[in-house]
Each structure stands twice: as structure tokens, then as C-alpha cells.
């Protein structure tokens, strides 16, 4: 399987997708990304102690009572994406293989491969220092409309698209 496959598969599958470190604020990258998301069909739940509520969403202090949460109304959460620095990664990355989710999700520039590994270990697919906006924009026909070479060849569309 190609990365871009991979990648298109992930983020296909992963609905409901838990932002850690999303801001409040509008100009920030992960409060862009989130929205874009959002108005896109998926389900974003905000995990960041410092607020109450962002983009329509109830916000919760950590991944595992946003998860608990969740659970209570017969949801679950698909992807961590994480907006933290590498060095925050690691109880970020426990907490996703707690909740069981399937996907550990770090954003540019942030890398870490101890957890990655860990990630993998207890089977959820893991992606580094990529941004989930960009990824769905540059393979569900998004970039493409501008200009951006998304250096993915094609006469044709992709059949399915997740919203």
C-alpha cells in the first residue's frame, strides 16, 4: 500500500477526531485546521484545559474524559490529532491507545518516534509531522482547485469522498 493510500484511508475511516492543544483562538493553526475539518463532515472534539468550548464544540481538559464523554452518548473517538510540541507527545500517544483509538496523528514538525512505536505496538496507525487539513485537502481534490501540485496523477476524481 502507497503512503497516499495509507494517508486517503485514514483519514477516509477517521470521523470523529479529537484535537489536543486546539485554541481558542481564530488565527491559530490548529483552531484553521479544526474548522476546515469541521466543515468538511468530521466530528471535532476539542481537548485543551484552558477553555470551555471552541468551534461549537464542548471542550474537555484531556483525551480520556472527552473519550468518557463520548462514550456516554455511544460515540467514539477515531484520531488524536495532536497540536503540542514533540516532548508532549508521549501522554498524549498513552491516552490514545487507552481509549482505543485508531489513529495517533502529529502535526508538523512534531515528531516523536518512542511513541510512535508504542502507537504501533498497540495497533493504531501513526502519522508524523504532516497536517490532517493539508493531507485531506491535497488528496480529496481541495489543493487542486488552485493550483497546488499535489503530486497525485489522475484524469479522475476519487470515487468516494468522506462527506
Not at 83 to 89: G, M, Y
Not at 157 to 163: A, I
Request: charged fraction near 20%; proline fraction near 4%.
Amino acid at each position: 500500500m502507497s503512503e497516499i493510500e495509507r494517508l486517503r484511508g485514514i483519514i477516509g475511516s477517521c470521523r470523529t477526531i479529537a484535537v489536543a492543544g486546539l485554541s481558542a483562538q481564530w488565527h491559530r493553526p490548529s483552531f484553521f485546521a479544526a474548522k476546515y475539518m469541521q466543515s468538511h463532515g468530521y466530528r471535532i472534539i476539542p481537548v485543551n484545559p484552558g477553555a470551555t468550548e471552541i468551534l461549537g464544540e464542548r471542550c474537555y481538559p484531556t483525551i480520556t474524559a472527552a473519550s468518557e464523554a463520548l462514550a456516554a452518548q455511544g460515540l467514539k473517538i477515531d484520531m488524536v490529532d495532536c497540536f503540542r510540541k514533540s516532548e508532549d507527545i508521549a501522554p498524549l500517544a498513552a491516552e490514545a491507545i487507552a481509549i482505543g483509538a485508531r489513529c495517533l496523528w502529529m502535526q508538523i514538525g512534531v515528531v516523536d518516534e518512542t511513541s510512535a512505536a508504542k502507537a504501533r505496538a498497540a495497533g493504531l496507525q501513526v502519522v508524523m509531522d504532516r497536517c490532517v487539513k493539508i493531507e485531506h485537502a491535497r488528496l480529496f481534490g481541495g489543493l487542486n482547485w488552485i493550483g497546488v501540485n499535489t503530486r497525485v496523477i489522475s484524469a479522475k476524481r476519487p470515487r468516494h469522498l468522506p462527506y
